[in-house]
């Protein structure tokens, strides 16, 4: 709940300085309506720039970490990990795990931990996206690209656009790629609801 309060209070202060841009950018308006095959990204107004998220995030965060998982649940959603490449060898040398703890539970702390780090990506997960795609080297140069999952002090990892003209130039582009994708732009996670 203390992250939501975080991520609402913060994007009330967004309000203010850019109330008006549906007028000045109409762009955003003029796309089409939601259909079968389009994947609708959201952009949120985070003050000085346009944060770009996979989907709404406090869902995921009011949900919390999953519950119940096995050790198999968890190498496989969690860590993306194919059923048939968990071999004795692999989960001895990076897990310390048997074949036959598979199927036990796994621990609640090695899940929590793993959530609260890698949970919520709903802003990685458009990282890795749009750094897959070819993008033209202008349109690469003008986003804010944030990999500090090294950092000790953040694991933001995510992609940022400075103004709805290059957000609108993106989509443009990904579109052209054959993506069939649309931006969302909200003021508020509350526009979701």
Not at 73 to 98: I, M, Q
Request: negative net charge.
């Amino acid at each position: 709940m203390i992250r939501r309060s975080f991520i609402k209070a913060i994007s009330l202060l967004s309000l203010s300085p850019f109330l008006g841009w549906d007028k000045l950018f109409n762009w955003s308006k003029r796309a089409k309506p939601l259909t079968d095959g389009v994947r609708e990204i959201i952009a949120i107004n985070n003050c000085e720039t346009i944060g770009l998220h996979w989907e709404n995030p406090i869902p995921i965060m009011d949900a919390g970490p999953p519950k119940d998982w096995t050790w198999r649940d968890f190498l496989k959603e969690a860590y993306g990990e194919p059923v048939d490449e968990l071999t004795e060898e692999y989960l001895e040398g990076d897990w310390e795990l048997s074949l036959t703890d598979l199927d036990k539970p796994c621990p609640d702390t090695e899940i929590e931990n793993w959530w609260f780090e890698h949970g919520v990506d709903t802003t990685n997960r458009v990282f890795y996206y749009l750094l897959g795609m070819d993008l033209s080297d202008e349109l690469y140069n003008q986003l804010l690209w944030y990999e500090c999952s090294d950092s000790p002090c953040s694991s933001y990892v995510g992609v940022e656009v400075w103004d709805l003209e290059t957000l609108q130039k993106l989509e443009q582009e990904l579109n052209e790629l054959g993506e069939n994708i649309r931006f969302k732009v909200i003021q508020d996670w509350d526009e979701l609801n």
